[in-house]
């Protein structure tokens, strides 16, 4: 079965701009995470969403925002983007809260510059 | 901060069992222990997990203490695409919405 897709893979935008993620997660998956990765801070968690319901958000700026659709798919949002936010942006979805795992995408790598 | 602690690297001889110590000395008795594992510019591939017993799947097997403090993740026959990051990972079962909160994870190298 097809898993779990991001798109754009890579994108390069100007600081101040805004920029629109996507995750289009495993057929029949509910839920789904997204997590930021740098080389500095590692992986961290940004929200998940459950039925287009937002369950937890991690501790980033109100610049991050997202949201579910009714088929699942997600978006995330990041606007005024500065330097910092460079960075690889994963979408993980799952069947049951992770309970028995969480699939991640391959992730989309935005630059800031 | 992650409940969990990781050797920062470890060495493997391919064809040779990978073992991947991990530290959980806080884990609560509703916690479970999870392994992902990251390959170079890849996201995180859900390895195992397991709550007291044993367990073992087509990648891995999973050694847990008795007293649940510590654990152990075999890749029995380590070859060259082992080479990750792995990250362990304890968390409730039923904490649906929960996020997993990664560490820094153990950089296996495994050569020939």
């Known amino acids: 079965k097809a898993g779990v897709t991001q798109t754009p893979r890579y994108l390069i935008k100007t600081r101040g701009q805004q920029v629109t993620l996507s995750c289009s997660p495993i057929s029949g998956h509910r839920s789904v995470s997204w997590y930021q990765q740098t080389p500095g801070q590692g992986l961290q968690f940004l929200f998940e969403?459950?039925?287009?319901?937002?369950?937890n958000k991690g501790n980033f700026p109100g610049r991050f925002s997202g949201r579910q659709f009714s088929n699942s798919r997600s978006e995330m949002n990041v606007s005024t983007l500065e330097l910092g936010d460079s960075a690889l942006y994963l979408c993980?979805?799952?069947?049951?809260?992770?309970?028995?795992?969480?699939?991640f995408g391959s992730g989309t790598r935005l630059t800031v510059v | 901060d992650a409940k969990t602690t990781q050797p920062t690297s470890m060495d493997c001889a391919e064809g040779r069992a990978a073992n991947l110590p991990c530290n959980h000395s806080t884990i609560s008795g509703n916690e479970y222990v999870y392994w992902y594992r990251q390959i170079h510019s890849q996201g995180p591939q859900y390895i195992i997990h397991?709550?007291?017993n044993n367990e073992t799947n087509e990648m891995a097997s999973l050694i847990i203490t008795e007293d649940r403090k510590s654990s152990t993740l075999i890749l029995p026959h380590a070859t060259l695409r082992d080479t990750a990051v792995y990250y362990c990972?304890?968390?409730?079962?039923?904490?649906?919405?929960?996020?997993?909160?990664f560490g820094k994870g153990t950089t296996l190298s495994v050569s020939s």
């Open positions: 397991g709550l007291k």
């Open positions: 993980a979805s799952s069947l049951a809260g992770g309970t028995y795992g969480y699939t």
């Open positions: 969403y459950f039925s287009e319901t937002q369950r």
């Open positions: 990972i304890v968390r409730g079962i039923n904490q649906a919405g929960t996020a997993l909160i």
